[in-house]
């Protein structure tokens, strides 16, 4: 069983920023991706960014130039910095994580509410 836990949601005006950290605890040997996405009332959740085990990432093209990812191997977190953050950008925002532990899994954490207000 490999659980995540989001921190560091909240309210900021736009152009602001947040930064979200995401910690995986548990059974785990190595972990392939890990990523963030975010789901906005009436919508499908969607990718934000990811970043693979050797720190190659990919961005959504409406978050490229704003936000970064970034990952800690050793401690299985991976954090979100976003900056000049937009009203469109509110949303619930979910960690993933994939790769083995006792058996091949994919995690999600509980989100975490970001809201920015215009």
């Known amino acids: 069983q490999v659980q995540l836990v989001e921190s560091g949601g909240g309210l900021v005006q736009a152009g602001g920023s947040l930064r979200l950290s995401c910690a995986a605890s548990?059974?785990?040997?190595?972990?392939?991706?890990m990523g963030w996405y975010r789901q906005a009332p009436g919508k499908q959740r969607e990718l934000v960014a990811v970043?693979?085990?050797?720190?190659?990432?990919n961005y959504a093209d409406s978050v490229k130039g704003r936000f970064t990812i970034s990952r800690d191997n050793a401690k299985n977190t991976v954090d979100l910095q976003m900056n000049s953050l937009r009203p469109e950008d509110t949303a619930v925002y979910y960690c993933?994580?994939?790769?083995?532990?006792?058996?091949?899994?994919?995690?999600w954490g509980q989100g975490t509410q970001v809201t920015v207000s215009s």
């Open positions: 548990g059974s785990i040997f190595s972990i392939n991706d």
């Open positions: 970043v693979t085990r050797d720190g190659r990432t």
């Open positions: 993933n994580a994939d790769g083995w532990g006792f058996r091949r899994f994919s995690s």
